[in-house]
């Protein structure tokens, strides 16, 4: 059974920087998309971004292009969001997400709070 348990989150002042961690488990991750999505009070869940765990390929939803970078190691199975640059609208509950390549994400950590302060 694939495990994701993420870590990393906490309070960070705007134009702050914090380093979001995913640690994977049960699973044969080199057939994976592995992504995170967040979660703020009163909206939908939405992507922020994915990589494809054996190709290395990422993807970002616009609002973090260029603030956030999405990254993996191998050795220690887990997947990394870097986040620089935080925004007061990046607050939210951040979410580690795993699909096969063709499939729909289907397992999901725990989350972990981000709160961007003003």
């Known amino acids: 059974q694939v495990q994701l348990v993420e870590s990393g989150g906490g309070l960070v002042q705007a134009g702050g920087s914090l380093r979001l961690s995913c640690a994977a488990s049960?699973?044969?991750?080199?057939?994976?998309?592995l992504g995170w999505f967040r979660q703020a009070p009163g909206k939908e869940r939405e992507f922020v971004a994915s990589?494809?765990?054996?190709?290395?390929?990422?993807n970002y939803a616009g609002s973090v292009k260029g603030r956030f970078t999405i990254s993996r190691d191998n050795a220690k199975n887990t997947v990394y969001l870097q986040m620089d640059s935080l925004k007061p609208e990046d607050t939210a509950v951040y979410y580690c997400?795993?699909?096969?390549?063709?499939?729909?994400?289907?397992?999901w950590g725990q989350g972990t709070q981000v709160t961007v302060s003003s």
């Open positions: 997400s795993a699909r096969a390549r063709l499939g729909q994400y289907k397992y």
């Open positions: 049960g699973g044969t991750f080199s057939s994976y998309i």
């Open positions: 990589i494809n765990w054996s190709a290395g390929s990422t």
